[in-house]
């Protein structure tokens, strides 16, 4: 019997501190490039290093069943990965745990191959790792829904009838998705200032980060079948860091009757590592209650909120150190990973591999908890110190946003990185 993928007892002959985030418990998935070859190679996160998965699978390390001759690490993407389903997922992590395992000698004593297929991450430069098809955003924090409701609609009508009973989402848009490191232009766009009566044209003025996490979609459903909710967590490969980045003042002028539009297609930023689910496994956790409970269709079959710290850190371009601004958790989503994607496949509509859904802003119950300036200097009317000297409604030209999340083992974290962007000024409009 094979010790399991998860077990915290499981040790590498890699070495990795407690506080790395990616020890033998995780392995997640991400796409480097490096100057020894042309075609960007998929690879595994170990400690501070990348193992290279394109190599591996070249040499015959996966040609065992169920695994021979399917090339899932022969691509630029990891879309052929996530299309081959969760049998495949586990036998192919159950395949490079046992590869790094202290005990097995086979990578382990054969400096050569070591030498070709593991790479300090300091050497690469890592890719969006997956072509993502269409992406969704839903707005599943209760906490973000009733604070930015209050701030706009007052707090009698804070939530929307609709809000308790499913989870709000829109579509968003895939191309401007960014792997973390690209920086984001601060976006020209139409905004009406309140005491005016007609828009103005200029940069905008109110630019926000919203920390959020996403998953990717597994194996698709065929158009017009409906992904039970019961099953919903087999269509799940793994999930990421994301900022998905916000122009608040061209969202407010523009956002009725459709939604948001402009104020959102700007720029999404995700973190290089895809961690699947079996990795966060052991971290699944009770979700709030839910009152009213759910319609049918989306009443979870157990648990599936997780237990995931998060932080966001801001850098001003005068400041030495980034300082926290932000100190959250995961498991304050309302709505879970697998009500989302029950109630987006509802209608039949299909989802394809590597399709990817974020969370929406998530806040928690506290104000040092909030996962938006909009929230955290509530609207510009709390200006938050960041820094001696440095005091913030949004964000200035130059502001670097990192974003950063683990789960917290015994002894060990399941981690994801970060994600990290920082603000450009405004082309000249
Ligand atoms: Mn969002």
Redo the contacts with the bound molecule.
Sequence with gaps: MPASTNDPNLRSFIETTPDSHFPIQNLPYGVFEHPRFHEAHIGAAIGEQILDLTILEAKGCFNQSPLKDRRLFSHPTLNTLMAAGRPIWTAARQTISELLRHDNPRLRDDADLLNEVLLPMASVKMRLPVEIGDYT?FYASKEHAVNVGAMFRGKENALMPNWLWMPIGYHGRASSVVVSGTDIRRPLGQTKPDDADTPVFGPCRLMDF?L?MGFFTGPGNKHGHPIPIEKSSEYIFGMVLVN?W?ARDIQKWEYQPLGPFLS?NLGTSISPWVVTLDALEPFRCAGPKQEPEPLPYLRSPGDYAYDITLEVHLRGENMDQPARICQSNFKYMYWNICQQLAHHTITGCNIRPGDMM?S??ISGPTPDSYGSMLELAWRGTKPLTIAPGETRKFLQDHDMVMMSGWCLGDGYRIGFGEVRGAILPALKG
């Design positions: 955003d919203e959020e998905d916000s959102k974020a929406g802003t």
